[in-house]
């Protein structure tokens, strides 16, 4: 284990720095209450790389039918992303707050359209690891990467459910952090965060 810049505890993980909250945190999204609320609020669009912006670009002629008719707009006049104040490439948004690949389902339930047509077998790519990856956010070091939890009120519903079924955040985060680190990645931190929990006992 070693510290951050803040003096908190992380495990570390091969070549990651993993936030202690991973394993002590309960987490499960319940999208029949928060209703996708993280992919509308928010003053940007969700981080993504060059070559996600490439994916994109690839899988829009699958997914335009499900886009909002202003949301294709958008993207035809901006394209599918852009740069942020902080110099963050992000997806192209609408309205000031919803991500340009959201659609919506019935109840007002907002989804991501990409992940939509990945479930119903119609694109094979699910989303950008940003997405697939929230609520946690990762961030590049020449040496290592961060992994820390983004805590923000919308996902209270998540973290009560998570309580109510006693699934832990690297639990739930588990088919995300296993696309982006690999499944031996992902066994080494869940044998850290099931020793750190044995500890705290």
């Known amino acids: ?33 928060c209703l996708g609320a993280c992919c509308i609020e928010g003053d940007a669009g969700a981080p993504v790389t060059p070559e996600e912006i490439m994916k994109l670009e690839e899988v829009l002629p699958d997914i335009k039918a499900d886009l ?14 852009y740069t942020d104040e902080e110099g963050d490439l992000v997806t192209t948004i609408i309205d000031g707050r919803n991500c340009a690949f959201s659609c919506y389902a019935e109840g007002g339930k907002c989804l991501c359209a990409i992940d939509k047509a990945y479930r119903e077998g119609r694109v094979g790519w699910r989303k950008p ?53 690999g499944p031996e990645w992902y066994a080494e931190l869940c044998e850290a965060c099931e020793a750190w929990l044995e500890q705290q006992k």
């Open 1 to 33: 284990m070693t510290h951050d810049e803040e003096d908190i505890f992380m495990l570390q993980i091969q070549n990651a720095l993993v936030s202690l909250d991973l394993a002590e945190e309960f987490f499960c999204c319940d999208l029949d209450q």
């Open 68 to 81: 909002m008719p202003r949301a294709v707009e958008a993207i035809e006049e901006e394209g599918v992303a």
């Open 129 to 181: 690891i940003s997405c697939y990856l929230y609520p946690l956010r990762l961030t590049e070091y020449p040496t290592f990467t961060a992994v820390n939890y983004h805590r923000w009120k919308i996902c209270r519903p998540a973290v009560a459910n998570g309580k109510r079924l006693g699934i832990r955040l690297y639990q739930a985060m588990k088919e995300p952090l296993i696309a982006r680190f």
